[in-house]
C-alpha cells in the first residue's frame, strides 16, 4: 500500500468524481480507478459504486474519510519536524488561495518563491476564501491567502498584506449609473448581483446595508467575481466589486459610502509547521 492510493482515495472522495480527481492529481482517470481499486482489496470493503456519471461514496468510505485524513496529517507533520530539524527548504507545500487573489496579487510573489526555493513542491489549490479558512482550521492546508473574517478565529494567526476598496457599480446604461448622489435606499429598488451571503465580502456589504435596516433585493448570488462583473456588465443589476476589477463595462455608483477588505495569509500556530511553509510566510510579511 502506497501513499498516493490514500491520497487518490482523498481527491475523490473531495471532488465526488474519478475525472475531477485525476485532473486535479495530474493523472490518469484508470491510474486513479486503479490506486482505489488497491484500497479495496488491502481493506476488503468497497468503497465507491457507479451512480450515473460519477461515482457515490460507500458507508465505508465516509468511516474511512477522517481516519485517512488525519493519518495523512500526522505524516506531514514528522515530515515538517524532520525537514525542520535539518533545517532544509523542501518538500510539498499545500497552500489555498481565492481566485481573486491567486490572479491578481500572488503571482509574482509564488514566482519568485519558487525561484528561491526550487526543492518546494508547490501545491496550489483555487478555493473560496471561507472554505479555504475552514481548511486550515482542519489541517488541510498549511497557508492560506484569503479576504480575511470579519471576525477572525482565535485558534489562527492573521497577516494583512493588501487593502482591497469595494465600489458599487453598474452597467453604465443602469439606470443608477447616470444618478448622483445615491443612498443605500435607491439601490434597494433594483435587483442586485452579490456574493453569496456567507461570503466574507458579502458581509461586509450586508453589514452597511443593515446598519439602516435595509436588505438589499437579491435576485441572484454568485460566488466567483469575475462571474458578478460579467453579470453586471450587462445590466441584470448593480453589485460591489473590488476596485481591481473595474472596467471600461463598468461605472462606479455616485455613493458616499467607502468599503474595504483586507486580505492576507492565514495559518494554524498550533501544527508543526515546515521551513517550507515559514519561508513563505516571512517572505509574504
Partial sequence: MNLAAFEAFVKVMETGSISLAADQLFITQPAVTKRIHSLEDYFGVKLFESAGRGVQATHAAHSLLPKVKNWL?????????????????????????????????????????????????????????????????AGDLELAFLT??????????YVTIWNDPLVFIAAPFHPLAQRKNLTLEDLIEYPSLLPAAQTFTSQITLAEFEKKGLKPKTTMSNNPLES????????????????TL??????PLDIPIEMNRQLGMVWHPGRT?????QELIQMMK
Fill in 73 to 137: 496529517n500526522e505524516l506531514g507533520d514528522i515530515h515538517h519536524t524532520l525537514s525542520h530539524e535539518q533545517d532544509q527548504v523542501q518538500g510539498r507545500l499545500k497552500i489555498g488561495t481565492s481566485h481573486h487573489i491567486g490572479l491578481h496579487h500572488l503571482p509574482n510573489h509564488l514566482k519568485n518563491y519558487v525561484q528561491c526555493f526550487p526543492n518546494v513542491k508547490l501545491d496550489v489549490h483555487f478555493v473560496d476564501s471561507e472554505q479555504a479558512h475552514e481548511q486550515v482550521l
Fill in 246 to 251: 473595474l472596467n471600461h463595462d463598468l461605472k
Fill in 228 to 243: 458578478i462583473r460579467m453579470l453586471a456588465s450587462i445590466g441584470l443589476g448593480w453589485s460591489v466589486l473590488p476596485k
Fill in 148 to 157: 480575511l473574517p470579519p471576525q477572525g478565529d482565535e485558534r489562527l494567526s
Fill in 273 to 277: 509547521q515546515s521551513r517550507a511553509v
